[in-house]
């Protein structure tokens, strides 16, 4: 099983399978990704536990949540829930998801998706609030550069000649909100 796949059970309410799914998953996989799913299956998990009156293990999973904190940097941990917070909304609204977090050199694309014969190149920003400033001006002039290149090095990569634009997702909201708010800004202009 995947990462997608426990976020499904999770949305299913499967909280116990979604939890041991999440367990092998960062058995092997300590990153970011596999990080921000086993952190919200255990909080889950927590939930559960403590609705049912065992309190000893609802403990011993809050010791476990306290480890995985300090072993990933909370805004890596709401990074990854944005990226597949948006990747949710995307395949719901009948995008295919091709590739997430693609690399080209030191550049990244958050989501590269199709809807119909177009490509669409996702960049998501994440924010616990707005109290800052709006995540959409964090897409400002060097990102939106970087970003031009990694599209014409990924267009190049695969031999694409088709149709294609760049979006935005913005997700404001904290790590297991259940309606964060998520803003779907289509055909941003990259320069």
């Known amino acids: 099983m995947t990462i997608s796949d426990v976020y499904a059970l999770r949305r299913q309410g499967r909280v116990v399978e979604a939890y041991e ?82 690399h080209s050199s030191h550049r990244d694309i958050d989501i590269i998706a199709r809807q119909g014969d177009s490509i669409v190149f996702v960049e998501v920003k994440t924010r616990r609030n707005r109290d800052y400033t709006e995540p959409l001006q964090a897409v400002n002039y060097q990102k939106r550069k970087n970003l031009s290149r990694a599209v014409n090095h990924y267009l190049h990569y695969r031999s694409l000649d088709c149709p294609w634009r760049f979006d935005v997702i913005t997700v404001v909201g904290h790590i297991g909100c259940d309606t964060p708010e998520i803003n779907h800004v289509e055909d941003f202009p990259l320069l």
């Open 21 to 102: 799914t999440a367990r092998r998953i960062y058995a092997e996989d300590k990153g970011p990704a596999a990080s921000t799913i086993m952190y919200l299956t255990a909080v889950d998990m927590q939930q559960k536990l403590k609705d049912e009156g065992q309190t000893d293990a609802a403990d011993k999973i809050s010791k476990a949540l306290e480890r995985l904190l300090a072993k990933t940097p909370e805004h890596l941990l709401l990074g990854c829930w944005g990226e597949e917070v948006s990747a949710e909304c995307l395949s719901d609204k009948g995008y295919v998801i091709l590739e997430r977090d693609w």
